[in-house]
């Protein structure tokens, strides 16, 4: 800044200081336009914002299962059991889930042990667990030994296990729709997993397992209308609006031509 001069006669001329900037701390004028530096208050911004790939992948597939004509074997994977069933169906499911590696080496440790000093240390393995992979699922649906199966509804791509709902009916086993595949794969210590199924529980969960089973049942393996109806089909804002004013204009015109007919 220069320095101010009084512009009266005969006063002294005072030289104000000169500012210096500041290196570590550069003054940095605020930018007032959209996505700048202040937020106008009230306005939602979030569609200015530029999202990641992988979240506008995952928008684009939402909007374009709400608008294409979907199938009844990919539209069923959007139905899912509700929160309180998901919390008992985990419940049963977290009681029978597999030893982990420390875990197994353990007992391994413990057998040959055993063996070595030849004395019957009984059975330390687990007999009932939860069974995952996508194969040996499939072979225990085939071979009805899976008494419950769950499948993951976020599957990508969803032709992984599109056909198993289909091979469970067919085999009568009852299975269920859960959300979602990190859920499922918790269970087996992994980070994903597409389907997970028991294949027996002890005597005092039999008659939960036997709850689970006749909902299954219910909801998926006997209930026609998951297996028959279409989805989509959801127009967007401005088409049913555009679609709306078209249906009050057909109308006026219809209710002029019965005015017209009912005079003459």
Same mark, same amino acid.
């Given at each position: 800044m220069? &320095?101010?001069?009084?512009?009266?006669? =005969? *006063?002294?001329?005072?030289?104000?200081?000169?500012?210096?900037?500041?290196?570590?701390? +550069?003054?940095? &004028?605020?930018?007032?336009?959209?996505? =700048? *530096?202040?937020?106008?208050?009230?306005?939602?911004?979030?569609?200015?914002?530029?999202? +990641?790939?992988?979240?506008?992948?995952?928008?684009?597939?939402?909007?374009?299962?709400?608008?294409?004509?979907?199938?009844?074997?990919?539209?069923?994977f959007t139905q899912t059991i509700t929160k309180n069933e998901a919390v008992t169906v985990?419940?049963?499911?977290?009681?029978?889930?597999?030893e982990t590696s420390a875990a197994k080496k353990e007992r391994l440790k413990g057998l040959a042990a055993a063996e070595a000093t030849k004395k019957d240390s009984g059975k330390s393995g687990l007999v009932h667990t939860v069974k995952y992979g996508l194969k040996h699922?499939?072979?225990?649906?085939?071979?009805?030994?899976?008494e419950l199966v769950l499948i993951a509804f976020d599957v990508e791509p969803i032709e992984l296990v599109m056909w198993m709902p289909?091979?469970?009916?067919?085999?009568e086993v009852p299975y269920m729709i859960v959300k979602d595949k990190g859920r499922l794969g918790a269970?087996?210590?992994?980070k994903n997993a597409a389907c997970v199924c028991l294949t027996g529980v002890k005597k005092e969960d039999k008659s939960q397992l036997g709850l689970l089973q006749n909902l299954g049942r219910e909801k998926y393996n006997d209930n026609e209308k998951v297996v028959r109806t279409w989805g989509g089909g959801k127009v967007g804002l401005k088409t049913e609006a555009k679609l709306n004013k078209?249906?009050?204009a057909l109308a006026v015109e219809e209710a002029k031509k019965a005015a017209t007919i009912n005079r003459a």
């Open positions: 220069a &320095p101010k001069k009084s512009t009266k006669k =005969g *006063a002294k001329v005072v030289k104000t200081p000169i500012s210096k900037a500041d290196p570590l701390f +550069p003054s940095k &004028p605020r930018n007032f336009n959209v996505g =700048g *530096a202040v937020r106008p208050g009230g306005r939602d911004l979030s569609r200015f914002v530029k999202w +990641p790939r992988y979240i506008r992948l995952q928008r684009q597939r939402s909007i374009l299962y709400q608008r294409l004509k979907v199938p009844p074997s990919i539209h069923q985990f419940s049963l499911f977290s009681k029978y889930r597999p699922v499939t072979t225990l649906i085939e071979e009805k030994k899976a289909a091979l469970c009916r067919k085999m269970l087996v210590h992994k078209r249906a009050k």
